[in-house]
């Protein structure tokens, strides 16, 4: 394990549960994956983080198509991906000298207020769904804007999907091929403009697949067993829980 061998042991904890968490939510588990950026970035730093989150997340997104493939429904793929592409290009310029204190608290601000969103929806319980195309250009735009930043689109696509009240199987498997092409497109950014993927840190994933297939499978079992009438609660509470981790992360 030489390209762990400098972290300490709690160190080591933190990081295998970060990949663990990565197929959790890969499988499923909406809005835990905050509770992964919150773990890498104690480890690594913010920005340095993502360079070794974004390798395992493309990794988890091929087995999530390959799961959930035929639950996809394209037309809110389509409505979502152009802006989160012009997202990502936003967030490559304004990201790449970021302090990175000021990177952890607008993460932080950006994810609570996603979350008084969901709950402010939810709690009025209709049944309407947002069809003004702004809806679907305002969310996907922020999406990309923060998935550059650090890894944060899921939340912002947790509330369009719950938005949309999509099944829990339809929300998994859109999200999977959205997330899959959006990771694929930010590859080169990281590689060759920010610098953050590097051989090094290729080497830590490749010791890191074992956890994350290990989460993959575990959330493909727990996500079998949640009706879906409960999904919608679990990701929003799992989003909550991120998010609170996040803001109160010194």
């Known amino acids: 394990m030489d390209a762990l061998s400098a972290y300490s042991a709690g160190s080591l904890v933190l990081i295998f549960a970060g990949a663990f968490i990565i197929g959790l939510a890969k499988a499923g588990l909406k809005g835990i994956d905050m509770l992964n ?23 988890a997104d091929i087995a999530a198509v390959r799961y959930y493939n035929r639950h996809a429904q394209w037309k809110h793929f389509w409505k979502l991906v ?19 204190a000021i990177f952890r608290k607008i993460m932080a601000a950006i994810i609570i ?21 702004l809806f679907a ?33 339809d929300f998994i498997g859109t999200a999977a091929w ?19 993927i590097t051989a090094s840190s290729l080497q830590i994933d490749l010791l890191l697949l074992p956890a994350l297939a290990l989460g993959f499978w575990t959330g493909l079992k727990i996500v079998q067993r949640i009706k879906d009438e409960h999904y919608r609660k679990v990701v929003i509470i799992l989003t909550l829980i991120g998010a609170i981790l996040i803001f109160f992360k010194k």
């Not at 802006?83 to 990175?100: F, H, P, Q, R």
């Not at 997330?179 to 610098?195: A, G, S, T």
């Open 82 to 100: 152009p802006w989160m592409a012009i997202g990502i290009l936003i967030g490559v310029y304004a990201g790449k000298d970021m302090n990175e």
């Open 137 to 169: 250009a305002g969310t996907g735009m922020v999406a990309g804007i923060t998935t550059m930043l650090g890894n944060l689109a899921g939340a912002f696509s947790n509330l369009y999907f719950l938005a949309m009240r999509l099944p829990k199987n």
């Open 178 to 196: 959205l997330f899959l092409v959006i990771n694929l497109f930010k590859l080169p950014f990281q590689v060759l403009y920010w610098k953050n």
């Open 113 to 133: 207020g996603t979350v008084i969103i969901m709950l402010f929806m939810e709690f009025r319980r209709s049944i309407n769904v947002p069809s003004h195309p």
């Open 37 to 59: 950026v919150t773990l890498m970035a104690l480890v690594f730093g913010g920005k340095a983080s993502t360079g070794i989150v974004l390798p395992l997340l493309c990794i």
